[in-house]
């Protein structure tokens, strides 16, 4: 029987793919993190996080297309493919930890496993068992709308969809208490395929066919450094008007989706720095990895430090940096494990 084996020097390998997105995957993944995970004074801070998602969509539409500027029904499956094993995987994980920390409540388990409502929200969303999980459940729903699209030779229709994607979250989400069948700081009104996920891959796709005006034009660097600011700025605009109009429960604002567009327009002018090849090997490979067990592994890591899991976070700047640790521990683990199989059933194929 041949061995698994470990080859932790290919960590670092980005191939041909452009390493300024991949670095800026790892910096969205330590964002979300943050977003996530509390530290002293987190409700300062946490608003200007938010855009890592909507870019984190993009990024993903932008790869979604070949080099050309296509759409590739295979590519879509396969992406569509991959997305569903680790959906799978990551909600098997979730779901063992969860049965064990309410194995003796049984209103859980019913509600859980037994609510038809709770069942379809899982399959809209995905967040039953951890919140989190929603972006890849609107991952896979807007790859299957992306490839119907296609299949029905109905692509600008996708395009077209952007800005009334995007309206229709502000009106949810911002305006949530105008509709009573609406819920504040809930996925299913903000933070789902239709009004978030589509539109910003969508976006994506767009800078991808339109990347041309952005190569070599490094003197767009201070231009769009200065532009990311200013919606920041914008950021706090809209959080202070939310409070002040009392619209609490807003997951997402306008400008952090223009936020997210901006940093990958600052991605792509950068797309040629050498620097960022060691945080590009870290956004590839372990990105993935941080966004989904970084909730895990703070339960898990307060349960051994507090004795017990605390859901809205221990604001403690301290232990906020030993589940980040803990959790990029883990990601690099799960990122060797998934190579040496993957490498044993290469060679197991080729013999």
């Not at 993190?33 to 409700?43: A, E, K, S």
């Amino acid at each position: 029987m041949k061995r698994l084996t470990f080859a932790p020097k290919k960590l670092l390998y980005t191939g041909g793919e452009i390493q300024s997105l991949q670095a800026l995957k790892f910096l969205c993944a330590i964002m979300v993190f943050f977003i996530h995970i509390h530290t002293r004074g987190h409700y300062d801070y946490e608003i200007y996080l938010r855009g890592a998602v909507p870019a984190f969509y993009m990024i993903s539409g932008y790869f979604l297309l070949s080099e050309d500027g296509t759409l590739s029904i295979s590519r879509i499956r396969r992406t569509l493919r991959k997305i569903v094993v680790i959906a799978v995987c990551a909600n098997l994980a979730y779901v063992v930890f969860e049965s064990i920390r309410n194995f003796n409540d049984i209103e859980w388990f019913r509600k859980m496993f037994l609510d038809p409502e709770m069942l379809l929200r899982h399959i809209l969303l995905g967040d039953m068992f951890c919140a989190a999980l929603w972006f890849l459940n609107g991952y896979g729903i807007s790859l299957l709308l992306i490839m119907l699209a296609v299949r029905l030779k109905v692509e600008r229709l996708l395009y077209l969809w952007i800005i009334p994607g995007l309206i229709l979250n502000f009106i949810m989400d911002n305006f949530h208490m105008l509709w009573s069948w609406v819920r504040p700081f809930d996925n299913m009104f903000s933070s789902n395929a239709l009004s978030c996920s589509l539109p910003c891959m969508v976006l994506g796709m767009l800078l991808r066919r339109h990347e041309r005006i952005l190569r070599g034009r490094r003197h767009m660097i201070g231009f769009l450094s200065v532009l990311a600011v200013v919606l920041l700025g914008m950021t706090f605009i809209e959080y202070r008007l939310e409070c002040r109009m009392r619209l609490y429960g807003t997951e997402f604002f306008f400008s952090e989706v223009a936020f997210g567009m901006v940093l990958i327009c600052l991605a792509l002018v950068c797309r040629e720095e050498r620097w960022l090849r060691v945080i590009a090997g870290l956004g590839r490979n372990l990105s993935m990895y941080i966004y989904l067990s970084h909730i895990l592994v703070y339960y898990l890591c307060a349960l051994v430090f507090f004795g017990e899991v605390k859901e809205y976070g221990y604001e403690n700047t301290g232990f906020a940096f030993i589940v980040l640790a803990a959790t990029l521990l883990l990601s690099l683990g799960l990122h060797l494990t998934a190579r040496a199989i993957k490498r044993r059933k290469h060679s197991d194929s080729k013999g």
